[in-house]
């Protein structure tokens, strides 16, 4: 509880300077406007005060019991957050045999790009083939060659 007067009481000190000596503290901490605004000195000193004396008024009215129950439920949060899993990522390999469609041609030596859908989601990869291949054309991916290119062949129908 003596912390919390003492962030309260400092926090009313630093309002006090900053209201006296506003422009000559800002100067001294000035980092190219980042004190501006939500940051500024007056800002903090008063969340610093306001924090040191809800601290003191919750922690004399309630005893323990509001630290322990505001701990046990950020434990339990905690816990959940923890253990909420996700899909796979996908890999290279997840993208053979994904179906795209060329959205700049494909010259025979050289690369193109295509968008393939992976995981449901449009990617843009630069994209080589053995044969030229034009824009608008479908395409499956034979191999992944690097994260970021892929083999295709045209689609035969």
């Known amino acids: 509880m003596t912390i919390f ?43 610093v005060s306001m924090l040191g004396f809800t601290g003191t008024i919750v922690l004399g009215t309630t005893g323990l019991g509001a630290g322990a129950a505001a701990g046990w439920l950020t434990w339990k949060l905690s816990r959940a957050l923890m253990r909420d899993q996700t899909a796979a990522t996908p890999r290279g390999d997840d993208l053979v045999g994904a179906a795209g469609s060329v959205i700049t041609a494909i010259p025979a030596q050289g690369y193109g790009e295509v968008l393939v859908r992976v995981a449901g989601q449009p990617v843009k990869l630069a994209a080589k083939s053995k044969v030229p291949v034009m824009r608008g054309t479908e ?6 060659l690097s994260s970021t290119s892929v083999a295709v062949r045209p689609v035969e129908r």
């Open 139 to 144: 395409t499956w991916v034979e191999a992944a």
């Open 5 to 47: 007067l003492g962030l309260g009481l400092a926090g009313v000190a630093l309002l006090a300077l900053s209201l006296l000596f506003g422009n000559l503290l800002e100067g001294l901490f000035d980092l190219g406007g980042l004190l501006d605004g939500w940051l500024s000195l007056p800002v903090v000193a008063g969340f």
